[in-house]
């Protein structure tokens, strides 16, 4: 599936095409990085802070992230104030245990709405994103 396609989904709701208080999901077939690079770019669309840290390739060919290992993949922040931390998941990926602890860790610790979240997950993710302005 196209980002096009995927961001016709936002852009349905943007404009009111869709039910009141109804939100499209994305598509269950979605790939795990097309869906966090539209829901980032939606982010941006609703004038949110949006922080992702990509894999960088080491010398030897192994990935490396720059960050701790289970860190989020985007943070979502609000002028306001408000903070979201977002691992995103599809298909049958799940969280890592450092992942889970990491979550919890921000959730607990300090105060910032962290979750994983899967394609069925975006009217939830849509509330949380918009509910931070």
Same mark, same amino acid.
Request: proline share 5%; charged share 25%; glycine share 8%.
């Given at each position: 599936?196209?980002?096009?396609?995927?961001?016709?989904?936002? %852009?349905?709701?943007?404009?009111?095409?869709? +039910?009141?208080?109804?939100?499209? +999901?994305?598509?269950? &077939?979605?790939? /795990?990085?097309? #869906?966090?690079? &539209?829901? /980032?770019?939606? @982010?941006? /669309?609703? @004038?949110? *802070?949006?922080?992702? =840290? /990509?894999?960088?390739?080491?010398?030897?060919?192994? #990935?490396?992230? +720059?960050?701790?290992?289970?860190?989020?993949?985007?943070?979502?922040?609000? &002028?306001?104030?408000?903070?979201?931390?977002? &691992?995103?998941?599809? !298909?049958?990926? *799940? %969280?890592?245990?450092?992942?889970?602890? #990491?979550?919890?860790?921000?959730?607990?610790? =300090? !105060?910032?709405? %962290?979750?994983?979240?899967? +394609?069925?997950? #975006?009217?939830?993710?849509?509330?949380?994103?918009?509910?931070?302005?």
């Amino acid at each position: 599936m196209r980002d096009r396609d995927l961001r016709s989904h936002y %852009a349905l709701n943007k404009c009111g095409l869709v +039910p009141s208080g109804a939100v499209l +999901p994305f598509p269950d &077939e979605v790939l /795990e990085d097309s #869906w966090r690079h &539209e829901v /980032e770019a939606i @982010g941006v /669309e609703m @004038g949110l *802070k949006v922080a992702h =840290c /990509e894999r960088l390739q080491g010398k030897r060919g192994q #990935w490396l992230t +720059p960050m701790a290992v289970g860190w989020p993949d985007t943070i979502f922040l609000a &002028e306001r104030g408000g903070m979201l931390a977002v &691992e995103f998941k599809a !298909g049958r990926n *799940k %969280a890592t245990r450092q992942q889970v602890a #990491w979550l919890l860790a921000l959730d607990r610790t =300090c !105060g910032v709405t %962290a979750r994983c979240f899967w +394609p069925a997950d #975006w009217p939830v993710l849509y509330h949380l994103l918009t509910t931070l302005r």
